[in-house]
């Protein structure tokens, strides 16, 4: 069976439980789990799942959270292939206090991976998010899964079903019930 490695910077902490979520809705026994700040030595560890589920808040203005930083900019150099590679984008953000930035992060990870080759799905509505300005938009949808646990956090257990929704038809996961999903 192929696996999906779960890849997330988080400063606070909410990344991590929102990758946490992620895993245990589709099974450990389908998802590694990995802290960029942890767990990761360098970019082919990424290379080593055919599917990806990668986790990134954002800081700064719009800016990807401190642990993707030098990972990225060495595949920006580097340019490794990522081409047969499926990624997915999640991601909290603030649209309170940010939302001239709101998940900004989300658009620069889909620049860098796109570029690289790789094919990223997962993209979702904006309809059912406020805020006033965001990087993370092409063609009027987010290239990824914004979450705000700061002003929002009652809906991120339905967006992340939702998303799973979503991903369904790119991800190994065709026929797996989710848990803990509310019908
Ligand atoms: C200094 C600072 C800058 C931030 N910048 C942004 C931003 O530009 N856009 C945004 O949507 N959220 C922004 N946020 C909100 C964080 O992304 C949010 O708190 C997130 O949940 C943090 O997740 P983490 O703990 O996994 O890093 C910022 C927060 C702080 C404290």
């Known amino acids: ?56 808040s954002t800081w700064g203005a719009g800016e990807v959270q401190n642990d993707w930083r030098d990972p990225l900019f060495e595949m920006e150099v580097e340019k490794p292939d990522f081409s047969g590679k499926t990624i997915a984008l999640f991601g909290p953000g603030d649209y309170v206090s940010h939302g001239m930035h709101f998940v900004g992060a989300l658009g620069v990870m889909y620049d860098i991976f796109t570029k690289l080759g790789a094919t990223v799905v997962g993209a979702v ?18 290239v990824g899964l914004p979450l705000d646990e700061i002003n929002e956090s ?11 929704e979503i991903l369904r038809p790119h991800f190994p996961i065709e026929d797996r019930v989710l848990a803990g999903a509310s019908a």
């Open 1 to 56: 069976m192929a696996k999906i490695g779960i890849f997330y910077g988080s400063t606070s902490g909410v990344t991590e439980e929102i990758a946490t979520a992620l895993q245990e809705k589709l099974g450990k026994d389908l998802c590694d789990l990995f802290s960029m700040e942890d767990d990761f030595d360098e970019f082919s560890d990424l290379l080593e799942y055919d599917y990806l589920l990668l986790g990134c």
């Open 154 to 164: 009652e809906k991120t257990d339905e967006r992340l079903n939702r998303w799973i």
């Open 125 to 142: 509505p904006t309809d059912d998010y406020t805020f006033e300005h965001s990087t993370a938009i092409r063609d009027g949808l987010f």
